[in-house]
């Protein structure tokens, strides 16, 4: 096995070694998830701690389903009515919670940094389900794990992200995790949704959609961050949906077997045509979701079975 980390708290840190090790496990566990029988005792007597201090149904349901099917015990904390939210701040609840011993803590938090924070406070494997506009790993993973099994590979693609490059960890977390497996990058969106010096990843940058999705293989659409907006970064929903939005006129520049991926939610008729989401030739949306699922229970069991191999630190 070749993986090292002792967290999971962004792509920046991990080797194509260990990508692909956790892209393997996940593999294995897709196949689990297919059966009848999903369950397994992998994590048997660990607690897993899921705190979201940001709203993400999808996210959240799908580290719990991937704790419980291993055999963790799950639990959900409500942060929206938390200690945090009468004035404690994370590093106490870090401390409080640390108290009690979890294995495994799921963070999701509206600052960048905040997951990292709290990892130095805690003796468990922290995860990091998304933190600001930092990074958002297993998204990442599994937008990996989909395009492999879809492709066949994860290297020497060329891979078009498209819309709000500049609020989206998604696309800084999938920029670091196919830059290191030696992949093309496009991105393309207007420039007020393009972050400064973003050339410097080693992207191609476009503005014209048509041009940007010239012969790509995969074409991965992102949702408008409006919650993370406070200005007026396009000029309406609809002349974003006619220059940006992807429909099939501009999906025909992509290569004929190029895939569509959105990480979900979708705003369909904005980012995406609803028809062209739901074409089973073409987008891999919903394998999406399957994957994330696979890639989580990897995650969680390759970081228990390094903490597992390493002396235990005490923190104080």
């Given at each position: 096995?070749?993986?090292?980390a002792?967290?999971l708290?962004?792509i920046?840190?991990l080797g194509?070694d260990e990508?692909t090790?956790l892209l393997?496990l996940a593999?294995?566990?897709?196949?689990l998830?297919?059966r009848?029988v999903?369950h397994?005792?992998t994590?048997?007597?660990l607690t897993?701690?899921n705190?979201?201090?940001?709203n993400?149904?999808?996210t959240?349901a799908?580290?719990?389903?991937?704790?419980?099917?291993l055999g963790?015990?799950?639990m959900?904390m409500?942060?929206?009515?938390?200690?945090?939210k009468?004035?404690?701040t994370?590093?106490?609840?870090?401390?409080t919670l640390?108290a009690?011993?979890?294995d495994?803590?799921?963070v999701?938090?509206?600052h960048s940094?905040?997951?990292d924070?709290l990892?130095?406070k805690?003796?468990?494997?922290v995860?990091?389900?998304?933190?600001?506009r930092?990074e958002?790993?297993?998204?990442?993973?599994?937008?990996?794990?989909?395009?492999?099994r879809?492709?066949?590979?994860?290297?020497?693609?060329s891979v078009?992200?498209c819309?709000?490059i500049?609020?989206?960890?998604?696309?800084r977390?999938n920029i670091?995790l196919?830059?290191?497996?030696e992949?093309?990058?496009?991105?393309?969106g207007?420039p007020?949704?393009?972050p400064?010096?973003?050339?410097?990843?080693?992207?191609?940058?476009?503005?014209?959609?048509?041009?940007?999705?010239?012969d790509v293989?995969?074409?991965?659409m992102?949702r408008?961050q409006?919650?993370?907006?406070?200005g007026?970064f396009?000029?309406?929903?609809r002349?974003?949906?006619?220059?940006y939005?992807?429909d099939p006129?501009?999906?025909?520049?992509?290569?004929p077997?190029?895939i569509?991926m959105?990480?979900g939610?979708m705003?369909?008729?904005?980012?995406?045509?609803?028809v062209?989401?739901?074409?089973?030739?073409r987008?891999?949306i919903q394998?999406?979701v399957?994957?994330?699922?696979?890639v989580r229970m990897?995650?969680?069991e390759l970081?228990v079975r390094?903490?597992?191999?390493q002396?235990?630190e005490?923190?104080?």
């Open positions: 096995m070749t993986f090292r002792k967290h708290l962004g920046e840190h194509p990508i090790t393997d593999d294995q566990y897709v196949d998830n297919r009848d999903k397994t005792d994590l048997a007597g897993q701690i705190m979201f201090f940001e993400s149904t999808r959240q799908s580290f719990e389903i991937a704790g419980k099917r963790a015990d799950v959900n409500a942060m929206q009515a938390s200690s945090v009468k004035g404690e994370l590093i106490d609840t870090a401390l640390n009690m011993h979890p495994l803590l799921v999701r938090h509206p940094g905040a997951v924070l990892a130095q805690v003796n468990c494997a995860l990091n389900a998304g933190d600001g930092h958002h790993p297993t998204q990442a993973l599994l937008d990996a794990l989909t395009i492999r879809a492709k066949g590979r994860l290297h020497r693609l078009a992200i819309g709000d500049a609020h989206s960890r998604v696309a977390s670091m196919l830059g290191k497996m992949n093309r990058i496009r991105l393309i207007p007020t949704l393009m400064s010096g973003i050339a410097e990843f080693g992207v191609e940058v476009f503005e014209d959609m048509r041009e940007g999705l010239r293989d995969v074409v991965m992102l408008l409006k919650e993370r907006m406070d007026g396009i000029p309406s929903e002349e974003y949906y006619h220059r939005g992807l006129e501009k999906l025909s520049h992509a290569k077997d190029a569509v959105h990480p939610p705003n369909r008729g904005v980012e995406i045509d609803g062209l989401a739901d074409d089973i030739n987008s891999v394998e999406q399957e994957m994330g699922v696979a990897a995650a969680m970081l390094t903490r597992r191999a002396p235990r005490v923190m104080v």
